[in-house]
């Protein structure tokens, strides 16, 4: 008797390199559901030591190029902790706004061209620009991306990695005339935000999605009066409500053999989910207005436990960052250089932002010198793996009528729902299924 | 003539170079239009066998998979590019290759159980295989990679050239980091192509593109001490994002 075994060596319109590997007894049992991570280690937390504090920030924003946003300013926040520096409003507000830039950059990439080509039947996003129908929706897609782009490049001076931003503030600021360009362009793209959580919301309503509902904790911040980005409490589905700098003491994990990354749990229960579709379930009251407009006209509503809804969540989240970046700019409006002033100090600190795929936790011990002795690094991938495993062994028997090629697609999109990125993660995607006859 | 065969892949790395072409938004489809992208796992789920015409290469090589990988590429590409820092001279995964540490405490750092974890010193790809062509930089310049195509495109040669940053710090008019501030900036030894992104932002260079032609690191980094910086600060500019290289290696070892 012979299993049926699901295998996909790298899985495509992901970041970073993995495979998924699925073996289904005979009586449609589960027998293994494994995301390998292939992805070598590049060991940050070990060559962090013995570098210099304002070089933590500046390093960890290498970890993953998809949100070097959320490592960088986890890193510089804890590093201000540990040495106890305060910064501006202006700086905060900066911060907030370089990653809500983020934010839509990302969020446009992963529902346009990583996940709609899945729902929508093509290779990628390249070959739906192949489309007279769809080709529209295309540049518009990219002229959203290249806006969150240019909030980057306006502030950190570079798309990806960021220049500006350092331990204390910044070491040049955006005039207020070019964040006002900003803005107009801000408002054009609203009505393409909104679009995409009616598009979110079709693609989604088709079988077998809706009945892909699997109840887990999830895991994300919130924050007094603002929806979560840069800080706030610890907060779960669950009743999790710690602040966040105790999230080494709540979110813990395990190294399991045969991957690269890090199981994680939440202490004293079990896998959770991390990233978009958490924080609007944890954060709904806080998103502004109008995208909670567009969520209830979809229908969408909290709690939603149906993993492939994220792609509605992310789009609900681009309205969102649209409105709130416009607040940002006015609330800013002709920033001034400040220098950045603070004494190096021992001490140790831990902070948690909202990357746009998750919370990305940075935290560790800085010396007297200001040299790292200890940093610990969790980012949202690594949060995301275990749970995505339960997501396989609860779906897939659900889903055994489908022909392998069909499985093996939805086994890809279970994956993607994530938006992994398994650089991150390592500190991947290939599909194996197999099944018994 | 028939589209070039692209190919794109990924080594120990974070992604960011890859991402930096999905980021040519506004000429991304005619780029697609003027090529044959055979094999981009990030961004296609349809990915083709070699032979490729070109292949970009993004990260070094820290392990024994990623190396036989590196050797099958070689041959199945024509022209191989060398996409960004990592890939390029080491970048920051080549941090580690100077931690003082021996591999087996890093592990033992960052892992509790120590499986089959193999990796070994990450470096530049051209440590292993014969490069044709280098997008510097961290992240790989995006019109440097469009310049590329487009000569590739044409059949001549990219020529970029290795000046230092300090060069483009000059023609924008900014007043130097070092002799104004007293910053530690590596503009001076630094590969230019970057229009001194960071200098022209109030922020020290850090080396990102790898050594300029003819740099005088051990020079530089005398100066770094003479501005106030310990041995170990200035050990810590040169060996960041290529400190593999014997140019950088200097600065480092000239304190
Ligand atoms: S060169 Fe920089 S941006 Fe490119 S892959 Fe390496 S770390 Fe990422
Ligand atoms: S100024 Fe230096 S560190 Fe900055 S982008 Fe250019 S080469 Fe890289």
Redesign the interface.
Known sequence: MSDRRIFVD????????GAIDIVIGPNGEIKKARWEV??????????L????YD?IP??VQ?????C?HGHHLAAVRAVERAMGVKVSRQTTLLRELLHYGDWIQSHT?HVY?LAA?DYLGY?????M?GNEELLPV??QA??L??LG?DMSVLIQ?????N??S?VGGF??VPSGSELRKIKERLKEAKDFAVATVRLGAKVASQDPYPQLVRKCEHVSLREEGKYPINGGRLVSTEGLNVPDWEYPEWLIEK?V??C?C?HAIVKGRDSFLVGPLARVNNNFDLLSKDAQAIAKEVGFTVPDFNPFHSIIARGIELVHAIDTAMELIDELGDPV?EEPKYEIKAGEGYAVTEAARGICCHGGRIDKDG?CQKWDIVAPTSRNVYNLEKDFEYFVPKLLNLSDEELTLKC?MMIRNYDP?Q?CAT?SIKVNLRREA | MAKPKIAFF???????????V??L??I??DI?GAVD?RYF???????FEGPYDIGFVEGAV??P??LMELKKIREECSILVAQGACACHG???S??NF???TQK???Q?????L?????FP?QAIDYYVKVDAYLKG??MDKDEFVTLVTSALKGINPLFRYHSVCNECKLKENNCLVLTKGKACMGSVTAAGCGA??P????PC?G?RGPASDCNAASLAKTFIDLGLSR??VV?KFR?YAGNTPEFSKGAEAV
């Open positions: 790298y899985i495509a319109r992901t970041e970073g390199d292939w992805e070598p280690p590049r060991f940050f937390e070990a060559f030591v013995g570098r210099k070089e500046e390093m290498r970890i993953c190029g998809i070097p990439l061209c080509p290779e990628s996003v390249l070959a620009a295309v540049k990219l002229s991306k290249r782009n001076g570079n798309e990806i990695q220049r500006t350092v070491t040049a190294h053999p045969g690269n890090k250089y040299v890809e990125c650089s500190h | 990924k080594f120990s790395s974070c992604a960011g170079c890859q991402l930096n999905l980021n938004e506004p991304l489809l697609v992208i796992v990030m961004a296609k789920r349809e990915n820290t392990s998979r990623e970048g920051i995964p941090v580690k931690s003082g540490m405490e890093m592990e750092r960052v892992y509790t159980e499986w089959d974890l193999k990796s990450a961290c992240p992104q960071c022209s932002l109030g922020r850090e990102c170990d600060d810590r960041k």
